[in-house]
């Protein structure tokens, strides 16, 4: 028999109650007021509610009136319980897709939506509905399904109650629906589940994990961002079927994956539940890497990434790429790993530069186990090349300056925050300090070469026939002069050229010069002709 009741009036606080997600009411009466809320809202038929809701609404109604048992599903009702606002309004019915089509163009200003998405859609027994105002609308036909290796397999067959399709979502805070007057239809626990702040599966999490292993994730994730515990006998079945996750599409995975490893924990259940090991060969001996304790008090290269992300995860403005450069950014370690007998401990040099590397040749969408974007793997690669020695010891302006103004480098400070995880390099003070030197030298860069402004046009030509150039001597001799130019050591373009034409610098090898040993001594020689 289902559980059905009123939607409950919550204690968020000490004296402060909430009906669902709306205003919290605190002091006295603060029940009574958060009470009788609920009841307005339920019976003008939410039209107090956002304009999200409010559409979703006026769909519910017309399938309902139209004699289709409809109910808002899964994430709307467990966000709603928890107090949270929604981020979307999907819909569980009894109707057809060709029903709810029907009912659709019966309402003036809502569009089903057809062609190759709608079709896609239908094929899970999903129906795309465009509102007047708002988001798309998810109305799925009750189902029972079983899924393929991506959600495109979905072998979708239609339920004849809710109940039935609650039976088959993945967990129990995900498996309740919730009607126009605010009743709760919650056969599986999950509003209970929710108070005890547990993530669980629906029935034998074996047979849920096996039908779509991104279960397994997707729990790890509610159980990370909610500060949730995971239900044992859920926990000990992803770490038994930890290796279905090779199942998947490497879409799906990025795409879950990503969203745990922004939030605290992300990381260490990810690890220990065998899912990051399993994908990346790279992370399934951390354990034994162990670092020189004078730069690494933590030790071990596993210890290291706990608190990373521990750090990391303190962020504000922390973003999804810069969990994932962060996940990347120690990940040649354990290639250049050389055992150190008499300190015990290992080094690594170089792991900065092939940890680059590595990430274009090993984790590209042709070989690796996620799907990313050209340009967001170079901007990984990128941010693991540069978050050791060119972020912190790096001194020549241009190249400091260079760094600075990349488009990147508000990703490359997320993953060297969580690198220093606050004590390492003198902590948060230190590379606080840093970026303000950074920033100082950028800054007059910027400035000198604002004053020059852009390079003159056919300036490069001129160069090259003046001075003979052939080869890698083009690209350097140019570099070369941006340099003199954007540090000071000359006024223009034309007198960096003639420094580099002296009779004063015609002594000296040019292969010196090219290399810049005397620009700076070429320059005042020639100030001073």
Same mark, same amino acid.
């Given at each position: 028999m289902k559980e059905e009741r009123t939607l409950p009036v919550r204690k968020v606080s000490d004296n402060c109650y909430q009906w669902g997600n709306q205003k919290v009411?605190?002091?006295?009466?603060?029940?009574?007021? +958060? =009470?009788?809320q609920g009841i307005a809202i339920r019976n003008t038929g939410w039209k107090e509610a956002e304009s999200e809701k409010e559409s979703a609404s006026v769909l519910v109604e017309a399938l309902e009136e139209n004699g289709f048992q409809t109910l808002f599903v899964g994430g709307v009702v467990r966000d709603m319980l928890m107090g949270l606002e929604p981020k979307d309004y999907d819909l569980g019915t009894s109707a057809t897709p060709e029903e709810v089509a029907n009912v659709v163009n019966g309402l003036e200003g809502y569009k089903y939506i057809f062609?190759? *998405?709608?079709? #896609?859609?239908? #094929? +899970?027994? =999903?129906?795309?509905?465009?509102?007047?105002?708002?988001? @798309?609308?998810? /109305? !799925? =036909? %009750? #189902? &029972? *399904?079983?899924y393929g290796k991506d959600r495109s397999d979905i072998d979708?067959?239609?339920?004849? =109650? %809710?109940?039935?399709?609650?039976?088959?979502?993945?967990? !129990?805070?995900?498996?309740?629906?919730?009607?126009?007057d605010g009743n709760i239809i919650d056969y599986f626990g999950g509003e209970k589940d929710i108070e005890s702040k547990i993530v669980k599966t629906v029935g034998n999490p074996d047979d849920r994990f096996k039908e779509d292993p991104l279960r397994m994730i997707r729990a790890i994730? %509610? +159980?990370?961002k909610y500060n949730f515990d995971i239900d044992p006998a859920t926990y000990a079945s992803i770490k038994r079927n930890h290796e279905l996750v090779n199942d998947l599409s490497s879409k799906r995975r990025r795409e879950e994956i990503g969203k745990v490893l922004y939030y605290p924990n992300g990381f260490t259940l990810l690890m220990e539940s065998g899912i990051l090991p399993t994908l990346m060969p790279e992370f399934r001996n951390m354990k034994d890497y162990h670092h020189k304790l004078d730069y690494h008090p933590e030790d071990t290269l596993y210890n290291h990434y706990i608190e990373a992300f521990k750090k990391f995860t303190t962020i504000p403005n922390r973003t999804e790429l810069g969990a994932w450069a962060l996940l990347f950014h120690d990940i040649a370690k354990p290639q250049t790993a050389v055992w150190n007998e008499e300190g015990k401990y290992h080094t690594f040099y170089g792991h900065d530069k092939q940890g680059g590397q590595l990430v274009l040749d090993n984790y590209n969408n042709t070989n690796g186990p996620f799907e990313f974007s050209k340009k967001e793997l170079q901007k990984i690669a990128w941010t693991t090349d540069n978050h050791l020695g060119k972020f912190w010891e790096m001194k020549k302006p241009m190249k400091v300056a260079a760094m600075r103004n990349n488009e990147n480098f508000p990703?490359? @400070? $997320? /993953? @060297?925050?969580?690198d220093t995880?606050?004590?390492? #390099?003198?902590?948060?003070?230190?590379? $606080?300090?840093?970026?303000?030197?950074?920033? &100082?030298?950028?800054?007059?860069?910027n400035e000198k070469k604002e004053k020059v402004g852009n390079r003159p046009s056919g300036f490069a030509p001129k160069v090259i026939k003046e001075l003979g150039l052939k080869g890698k001597e083009i690209s350097e001799t140019l570099s070369k002069i941006e340099e003199m130019v954007s540090t000071g050591v000359v006024n223009s373009y034309d007198e960096a050229l003639g420094v580099l034409k002296s009779k004063n610098?015609?002594? /000296?090898?040019?292969s010196l010069l090219k290399y810049g040993l005397i620009l700076g001594i070429g320059a005042i020689l020639y100030k001073n002709l």
């Open positions: 009411y605190c002091g006295k009466d603060a029940k009574k007021k +958060a =009470t009788l062609g190759p *998405e709608g079709e #896609r859609a239908k #094929r +899970a027994l =999903t129906s795309l509905v465009k509102p007047p105002e708002g988001e @798309v609308i998810e /109305v !799925t =036909t %009750f #189902r &029972k *399904e079983m979708a067959i239609p339920a004849k =109650t %809710f109940k039935e399709d609650a039976a088959r979502r993945d967990l !129990t805070i995900n498996s309740m629906g919730m009607d126009l994730r %509610f +159980a990370v990703l490359l @400070v $997320q /993953v @060297v925050t969580g995880m606050g004590i390492r #390099r003198g902590g948060d003070e230190e590379l $606080q300090a840093r970026l303000e030197e950074i920033d &100082k030298i950028t800054a007059e860069i610098a015609e002594g /000296v090898s040019y």
